[in-house]
Nanobody, 123 residues
């Protein structure tokens, strides 16, 4: 079955960097759209970065220029490099996947989710 396991979340100071990883299994990694979402306390889950099987990449305005999504196809792993972190980036970060090439940053477009990893940015 499809499994997505996130790692790499931790507590960092404002201005710092983190790299999140998502180990995927149970599906053809290169054929699926993958994305990173986040959910802060009391807020809805929001999409931050997306990549599809033809290499289309998109970011939310709130992270554009600071976050980079990438993948290692040989290791079935999705990454999110996060630089210049701000306290408002504090959230649980989730990896998501779906066979829909047009999934984008729409939460409802993803059928598979990981359990998340906590990122805390202190000022």
């Amino acid at each position: 079955q499809v499994q997505l396991v996130e790692s790499g979340g931790e507590s960092v100071q404002s201005g710092g960097s983190l790299r999140l990883s998502c180990q995927a299994s149970g599906f053809t990694f290169t054929a699926y759209s993958k994305a990173w979402f986040r959910q802060a306390p009391g807020k809805q889950r929001e999409g931050v970065a997306w990549i599809n099987r033809v290499g289309t990449i998109n970011y939310s305005d709130s992270v554009k220029g600071r976050f980079t999504i990438s993948q290692d196809n040989a290791k079935n792993t999705l990454f999110l490099q996060m630089n210049s972190l701000k306290p408002e980036d504090t959230a649980i970060y989730y990896c998501a996947a779906d066979s829909d090439i047009t999934s984008g940053l729409r939460r409802g477009s993803y059928g598979y989710w990981g359990r998340g990893t906590q990122v805390t940015v202190s000022s």
